[in-house]
């Protein structure tokens, strides 16, 4: 008997405990992104420039940190700006990135709003001028093949996944 209620005692005490922590905020990376929904553009301002980002060409982007602030980035290139500096609102929790029609003409500015999607979900495509942008031109596609069809298209350009597109910010922006 003495035993089962230690028992009893232990198991409540272990969930107790997890409870805690849950409501403590303990990290739970593998539900990160989850719940997070992309917002419409209105007026936002870019978090990085300033400019408002409905008025700057697609694609575009928005974070959710984890302190529930949501920014705007009128273009990738503003984007991974600001994931490569400390935020004092915390780990980002959720990206998401306009895609792209394969049907757009990548060199040409697209002001209407595009589809979010997650932003580990597209594929990124380097290296095709695109005047008016600020920054690295980076287009966004929520399907591979459109992206490789492309870049056929545009010799010297590539696709990169977003740990990629990250790893070639970094490359490109070192010693700056």
Known sequence: MRERAASGSTSALVS?????LLACGA??????????EPQELAD??????GMTAR???????????RDGTELFFCSIGD????????SPHGKV??????????????????????????AAEATFVIG????DIMGEPVLVYRDGAEAESIVRAHPGSQVLDLAGLESWWQAENEGD
């Open 27 to 36: 990290p739970h990376d593998e539900a990160e992104g989850l719940g997070h």
């Open 16 to 20: 107790l405990a997890c409870s805690l």
């Open 55 to 65: 008025l700057q060409s697609a694609p575009r982007a928005q974070v959710t940190h």
């Open 93 to 118: 929790v959720a990206i998401f990135v306009e895609s792209m029609e394969a049907s757009e003409e990548p060199g040409r500015p697209h002001l209407d709003p595009h589809p979010w999607i997650a």
């Open 44 to 49: 936002q301002e870019c978090a990085v420039c």
């Open 128 to 131: 095709i001028e695109r005047p």
């Open 79 to 86: 984007l991974l700006v600001h994931r490569s500096a400390p």
